[in-house]
């Protein structure tokens, strides 16, 4: 199972050793369980893959924005490989793929997930930028500037999780890490919580908080009234979509992480109610895609432009289609685009 480290299956050392007293999951609530790690896992690779060919054929990284979203669609891509790995040890209650990949995909479960959160909470910053002050923070919000700011954080990501990824081993059965104490199995929880949950929420939170101020003001100031009430129902909407998407997937799972501090003993119904809550945190990497399409014009036409030949192919249809810009160059896009 995945755990209170963002990067897979760490629990508390009594919820391993008695993971092995249950009987294998091949019941109901097993096959459904798989059944959904399988739809995520598709649904996260497709949708993210859509991005990134959308970005690189139909964009090519024109913008700070889209790089961003490069980033993020790759770091989500990414996050969907170790699903199957997760997945089929929940499943046979057991880890049949060695100790190696157990380290392995527990390191690139660690940075991909970091580095999905972390761009998530640079593009709020970046879409504030763009809104409160565009001539100002210009030369920040460049392509190149924004591919540097990228590689940063995979870089930060990597040296963020390799230390506590090191420490997971395959020794007893499941890819575990090997406790230290008690203390530093909170340390690691809290550490964890903070840099992957709690900080990038109140960023966000305070980011996009701040764009829809600015985003009032000016349309008291400057727009018209029609236009500009549009505009700030189409940007709220898109903010409470993040941040609540967000909450929902992450809170649970750091949630119950805290709470396996103080399990005696693994319960079945807390055991498979931390499966759902992994589950649920690994969706998150499916939500993006999805936001995107829901909520941005542009995001929604390139979807259109490159869907619609195998539409037109299989029905017949004619399409209209073209090229359209990601750049954020209006107002709308610069909001909606986040």
């Known amino acids: 199972m995945e755990s209170s480290v963002p990067f897979g299956m760490d629990i508390n050392q009594s919820i391993a050793e008695e993971h092995f007293y249950f009987e294998h999951s091949t019941d109901g609530f097993g096959i459904a369980m798989a059944t959904l790690y399988l739809v995520v896992c598709i649904v996260g690779l497709a949708g993210n893959s859509l991005v990134i060919i959308a970005i690189l054929k139909l964009d090519r990284m024109s913008s700070s924005t889209t790089v961003y979203i490069f980033n993020l669609a790759l770091a989500d891509g990414l996050f969907m490989v170790g699903l199957p790995f997760i997945a089929s ?118 980011s996009y908080v701040a764009t829809l101020m600015t985003l009032r003001s000016r349309r008291r100031s400057t727009m018209p009234n029609h236009e500009g009430q549009r505009l700030e129902k189409q940007v709220t909407k898109m903010v409470v979509a993040v941040v609540v998407v967000f909450g929902m997937c992450w809170l649970p799972f750091y949630t119950l992480n805290f709470c396996s501090l103080y399990q005696s003993g693994l319960e079945l119904t807390f055991a498979r109610t931390f499966e759902f809550v ?29 869907l619609c030949p195998v539409a037109k192919a299989s029905t017949g249809l004619q399409c209209n289609t073209g090229r359209f810009d990601l750049s954020g160059t209006s107002v709308r896009d610069v909001t909606i685009l986040s």
């Open 278 to 306: 992994v589950l649920l945190s690994y969706s998150w990497s499916c939500a993006n895609p999805i936001l995107y399409a829901c909520l941005s014009d542009s995001f929604r036409k390139h979807f259109r432009t490159l």
């Open 89 to 206: 040890q929940n499943f046979q209650n057991q880890w049949v793929f060695g100790d190696t990949a157990c380290k392995a995909v527990m390191v690139l479960d660690g940075i991909n997930q970091f580095t999905s959160i972390f761009c998530l909470t640079v593009m709020s910053i970046d879409r504030y930028m763009a809104l409160a002050e565009p001539l100002r923070f210009t030369r920040w919000r460049t392509p190149c500037f924004a591919k540097i700011i990228s590689a940063f954080l995979w870089l930060f990501s990597l040296l963020t999780i390799l230390p506590m990824a090191l420490h997971f081993s395959a020794d007893r059965g499941l890819c575990m890490p090997d406790f230290v104490s008690d203390d530093w199995w909170l340390g690691v929880l809290s550490y964890t919580f903070v840099v992957g949950f709690a900080l990038p929420f109140m960023i966000m939170t305070l």
